[in-house]
């Protein structure tokens, strides 16, 4: 158990000295070139991240609370875990690496090409902490143990024939829902707000759907947006008035009311219901397309609090899949 004590503390150092992340040369350097690497980054998604990160992940009474509940980690011997990530949002793969490395594996990371400076920069501070510890660049021609791959659909299908033969957890394309019930109070539509354009709207938790009792209507605007996603808006904007479709203008967004999750950014569809029963059980019926629900009055499995869907926990694992239990298994 001292060892995994030790792994602990090694995160909760590297979470003292991200508090300090945007404050200094090298951090400031890295912000640039990670807006350079993807040009949905801006300076506020990557702080956003850096904060919820530190928040949620490495304060050390939450990191030795949560690997309590699992003694398995203590007695676990090291493999070797390819991490494959997406570079949707900034540092989207960085629970994969802590749980991998909080289990004393041995992590083989391959950064998306969209998220790579942040991601190395991070890589750089852990081993300036703990020059021992075990991370490596990913080889698609050696083997390992386990294998963690996060994705679109098309290319989790593409990660399941590879490792057909390996363990592992694949991850493809997941929605997020807010259940309101019409008491929704100002800060906590703001907070909705947040769920929805942060990260302009490119994350997996990022609301897409309203689930709202007949005749309620939030009101919610959309903030300013980066050139590329307003650029969508006018271009859908023009679209449905084209095609003679109804929809709700947010000042930078668009609801439409249709049941689904919206794949198209700028659009959050809207699906009515008459009874909170009737919208949880179409809730249920597509779990398995939902990473979470925003709501004060769900039972949904993953719900969190409005303002709250960046800001998973330690337990709000991708998908609903406890990724220290697949590495202990």
């Known amino acids: 158990m001292n060892e995994v004590l030790h792994r602990i503390a090694i995160f ?10 945007g404050h200094d040369n090298a951090s400031q350097q890295c912000i640039a070139q990670a807006i350079a690497e993807n040009e949905w ?3 506020n998604d990557i702080m956003l991240a ?4 530190c928040s949620e992940f ?12 699992y003694p398995k980690v203590a007695a676990t011997d090291p493999k070797k875990i390819a ?8 540092l989207v793969g960085f629970f994969d690496l802590m749980c991998t490395l909080i289990c004393g594996h041995d992590a083989a990371i391959k950064p998306s090409s969209k998220d790579k400076a942040l991601m190395l920069y991070i890589c750089r501070l852990l081993h300036e902490i703990e020059p021992d510890i075990h991370i490596s660049q990913y080889n698609p021609s050696a083997n390992y143990d386990k294998i963690i791959a996060t994705g679109s659909d098309d290319t989790a299908r593409l990660f399941s024939q590879r490792y057909i033969s390996t363990p592992s957890l694949i991850r493809g394309s997941r929605h997020s829902a807010a259940l309101l019930d019409g008491h929704e109070s100002n800060e906590e539509l703001q907070g909705l707000s947040n769920d929805i354009f942060s990260y302009n709207g490119m994350g997996c938790r990022n609301i897409s759907l309203l689930l709202l009792p007949e005749g309620y209507t939030p009101k919610i605007t959309a903030p300013a947006m980066n050139n590329m996603f307003h650029g969508n808006y006018l271009h859908n904007r023009a679209m449905l008035t084209m095609q003679g479709v109804e929809f709700t203008d947010l000042g930078g967004a668009l609801m439409i009311e249709r049941e689904g999750f919206s794949d198209t950014l700028s659009i959050i569809n809207i699906m009515r219901y008459r009874s909170l029963d009737k919208a949880e059980q179409w809730l249920t019926e597509n779990d398995n397309k939902l990473q979470c629900v925003v709501s004060h009055c769900s039972k949904h499995p993953r719900c969190v609090a409005f303002g709250k869907a960046q ?4 337990r709000d694992y991708a998908d609903g899949v406890d990724v220290i239990d697949f590495l202990t298994d």
């Open 83 to 90: 991490i494959i990530m997406a570079g949707n949002i900034p």
């Open 58 to 69: 490495l304060d050390q009474n939450k990191l030795e609370e949560w690997v309590k509940s």
């Open 311 to 314: 800001y998973p926990t330690l």
């Open 41 to 43: 980054f801006s300076a």
């Open 50 to 53: 850096i904060d919820a990160i």
């Open 12 to 21: 909760a150092e590297l979470g003292l000295r991200l508090r300090h992340f």
